[in-house]
Protein backbone atom coordinates (compact mmCIF):
# COMPACT_ATOMS: atom_id res chain seq x y z
CA UNK A 1 0.00 0.00 0.00
CA UNK A 2 1.11 3.19 -0.52
CA UNK A 3 -0.44 6.73 0.87
CA UNK A 4 0.57 9.94 -1.20
CA UNK A 5 0.88 13.45 0.21
CA UNK A 6 0.64 16.11 -2.31
CA UNK A 7 1.84 19.88 -1.91
CA UNK A 8 3.10 22.86 -3.56
CA UNK A 9 -0.18 24.33 -5.42
CA UNK A 10 -1.47 27.51 -5.01
CA UNK A 11 -2.38 31.09 -6.74
CA UNK A 12 -0.28 32.32 -9.89
CA UNK A 13 0.34 34.49 -12.48
CA UNK A 14 0.08 33.71 -16.20
CA UNK A 15 3.39 33.33 -17.26
CA UNK A 16 4.40 31.90 -14.05
CA UNK A 17 5.63 28.46 -12.72
CA UNK A 18 4.96 26.13 -9.85
CA UNK A 19 6.30 22.87 -8.58
CA UNK A 20 3.82 19.91 -7.53
CA UNK A 21 5.16 17.06 -5.50
CA UNK A 22 3.40 13.73 -4.39
CA UNK A 23 5.52 11.89 -1.69
CA UNK A 24 5.08 8.47 -1.40
CA UNK A 25 5.20 6.45 1.70
CA UNK A 26 4.13 2.36 2.53
CA UNK A 27 5.41 0.42 -0.26
CA UNK A 28 8.48 0.71 -2.85
CA UNK A 29 7.57 4.27 -4.25
CA UNK A 30 10.07 3.05 -7.46
CA UNK A 31 7.57 0.00 -8.60
CA UNK A 32 4.84 2.33 -9.34
CA UNK A 33 3.64 4.52 -12.08
CA UNK A 34 3.12 7.40 -11.22
CA UNK A 35 0.28 9.93 -13.05
CA UNK A 36 -0.91 13.12 -12.62
CA UNK A 37 -4.12 14.46 -13.18
CA UNK A 38 -6.21 17.64 -13.15
CA UNK A 39 -9.86 18.46 -12.89
CA UNK A 40 -10.74 21.92 -14.06
CA UNK A 41 -13.66 23.41 -12.46
CA UNK A 42 -16.93 21.71 -13.33
CA UNK A 43 -15.19 19.51 -15.49
CA UNK A 44 -13.96 15.85 -15.72
CA UNK A 45 -10.30 15.09 -13.78
CA UNK A 46 -8.18 13.63 -16.77
CA UNK A 47 -4.90 12.86 -17.21
CA UNK A 48 -2.23 14.93 -17.94
CA UNK A 49 1.32 13.34 -17.21
CA UNK A 50 3.01 9.63 -17.22
CA UNK A 51 5.88 8.55 -15.85
CA UNK A 52 6.94 5.31 -15.74
CA UNK A 53 8.89 2.96 -13.64
CA UNK A 54 11.47 3.36 -16.54
CA UNK A 55 11.02 6.85 -16.39
CA UNK A 56 9.60 7.12 -19.79
CA UNK A 57 7.22 10.07 -19.90
CA UNK A 58 3.81 11.34 -21.97
CA UNK A 59 1.78 14.58 -21.97
CA UNK A 60 -1.14 15.22 -22.67
CA UNK A 61 -1.39 17.88 -25.56
CA UNK A 62 -2.23 21.27 -23.57
CA UNK A 63 0.89 20.76 -21.37
CA UNK A 64 3.50 19.15 -23.67
CA UNK A 65 6.04 21.29 -23.49
CA UNK A 66 5.40 23.21 -20.83
CA UNK A 67 4.82 20.95 -18.11
CA UNK A 68 7.08 18.59 -16.88
CA UNK A 69 6.82 15.41 -15.29
CA UNK A 70 9.51 13.33 -12.91
CA UNK A 71 10.55 11.31 -9.75
CA UNK A 72 13.07 10.77 -6.97
CA UNK A 73 12.88 7.44 -6.28
CA UNK A 74 15.26 8.05 -3.41
CA UNK A 75 13.24 10.73 -2.21
CA UNK A 76 9.98 8.43 -2.54
CA UNK A 77 9.31 11.63 -4.38
CA UNK A 78 6.88 12.54 -7.84
CA UNK A 79 7.35 15.97 -8.69
CA UNK A 80 5.36 18.03 -11.95
CA UNK A 81 6.94 21.25 -12.98
CA UNK A 82 4.15 23.43 -14.49
CA UNK A 83 5.66 26.58 -16.55
CA UNK A 84 4.04 29.36 -18.43
CA UNK A 85 0.74 28.41 -16.65
CA UNK A 86 -2.51 30.13 -18.29
CA UNK A 87 -5.32 30.46 -16.69
CA UNK A 88 -7.07 27.14 -18.19
CA UNK A 89 -4.79 25.32 -15.97
CA UNK A 90 -6.63 26.17 -12.87
CA UNK A 91 -7.76 23.01 -12.45
CA UNK A 92 -7.66 20.44 -8.87
CA UNK A 93 -4.18 18.58 -9.25
CA UNK A 94 -3.61 14.79 -7.96
CA UNK A 95 -0.63 12.57 -8.25
CA UNK A 96 -1.96 9.01 -9.12
CA UNK A 97 -0.26 5.72 -8.03
CA UNK A 98 -0.72 2.40 -10.13
CA UNK A 99 1.04 -0.61 -10.44
CA UNK A 100 -1.08 -3.59 -11.54
CA UNK A 101 -4.26 -3.73 -10.04
CA UNK A 102 -2.96 -1.22 -7.12
CA UNK A 103 -4.25 2.48 -7.72
CA UNK A 104 -3.56 5.11 -4.52
CA UNK A 105 -4.24 8.88 -5.38
CA UNK A 106 -2.98 11.82 -3.75
CA UNK A 107 -4.95 14.13 -1.65
CA UNK A 108 -5.24 16.92 -4.70
CA UNK A 109 -3.95 20.30 -4.36
CA UNK A 110 -5.71 23.41 -5.97
CA UNK A 111 -3.98 25.54 -8.42
CA UNK A 112 -5.43 28.98 -9.87
CA UNK A 113 -4.25 30.78 -12.69
CA UNK A 114 -5.16 34.42 -12.36
CA UNK A 115 -3.43 38.28 -12.92
Known amino acids: QVQLVQSGGGLVQPGGSLRLSCVGS????????INWYRRPPGMQRVQIAH???????TYSRPVKGRFTIFRDNAKNTAYLQMNDLKPEDTADYYC?????????WGQGTQVTVSS
Open 26 to 33: GDEFSTYN
Open 96 to 104: RADRGYYVY
Open 51 to 57: IGVDNST
